[in-house]
């Protein structure tokens, strides 16, 4: 079965210092791995992708993320926090096994980021 | 830039009341999803939607739950006879041939 599990609910950084929000995964397949970013009252924004190729990936808003097979994890960092990027953060995966463009995708619980300055 | 909408933005019924919730996916999308997500929950899976008909469907998508592209357009969910547990957060999404789903602003369910 497919899951995400991000293991922090909350993440504390100051401003200006690095950040990471961590996503470990499980599923059958290779992984379509996403991280997406919710403001309040409003709704998900993809951030970025890893379907394949590179393992360091780069998204909107100066966000990263690195993909590691070995430990099934899809990372998301910033090498400098801004305070306006406080949001609750979503990590997703999607089961390449399964073809088409219709598969579901499958959230952790998410990690509220807090960035103080 | 193109962007999912949804109407409205909240909408309060009756335990037993029938509601639509809907979507304007973007125009050049092929795929259409729901999710919900219950307060301090997680986003959850309700239905995905191609080509006219249901792709796949949770546990969650029971008979009370229909979706519908009445026209080139919109995009709805309606729930038949609602309960206090359907509550929640309701967004709607679409995708192309890429993976990435673009998600609406959300229509928050307060069913009393």
């Known amino acids: 079965a497919q899951s995400v599990a991000q293991p922090e609910d909350q993440v504390n950084v100051a401003e200006g210092n690095p950040l990471t929000v961590k996503c470990t995964y499980s599923?059958?397949?290779?992984?379509?791995l996403f991280w997406y970013v919710q403001y309040p009252n409003r709704g998900l924004q993809f951030l970025l992708k890893?379907?394949?190729?590179?393992?360091l990936v780069k998204g909107s808003y100066g966000f990263e993320a690195e993909f590691n097979k070995s430990q099934t994890s899809f990372h998301l960092k910033k090498p400098s926090a801004l305070v306006s990027d406080s949001a609750l953060y979503f990590c997703?995966?999607?089961?390449?096994?399964?073809?088409?463009?219709?598969?579901?995708?499958?959230f952790g619980a998410g990690t509220r980021l807090a960035v103080h300055p | 830039e193109p962007e999912v909408t949804q109407t409205p933005s909240h909408q309060v019924t009756q335990m037993g009341q029938e509601v639509i919730l809907r979507c304007v996916p973007i125009s050049n999308h092929l795929y259409f999803y729901w999710y919900r997500q219950i307060l301090g929950q997680k986003v959850e899976f309700l239905v995905s939607?191609?080509?006219?008909?249901?792709?796949?469907k949770s546990e969650i998508f029971d008979d009370q739950f229909s979706v519908e592209r009445p026209d080139g357009s919109n995009f709805t969910l309606k729930i038949r006879s609602t309960k206090l547990e359907d509550s929640a957060m309701y967004f709607c999404?679409?995708?192309?041939?890429?993976?990435?789903?673009?998600f609406g602003p959300g229509t928050r369910l307060t069913v009393t």
């Open positions: 599923v059958s397949g290779n992984p379509y």
């Open positions: 997703a995966v999607r089961d390449s096994m399964f073809s088409g463009g219709y598969n579901k995708l499958i």
């Open positions: 999404a679409s995708s192309d041939w890429g993976h990435e789903q673009y």
């Open positions: 890893y379907i394949t190729g590179d393992n």
């Open positions: 939607f191609y080509n006219n008909e249901i792709s796949e």
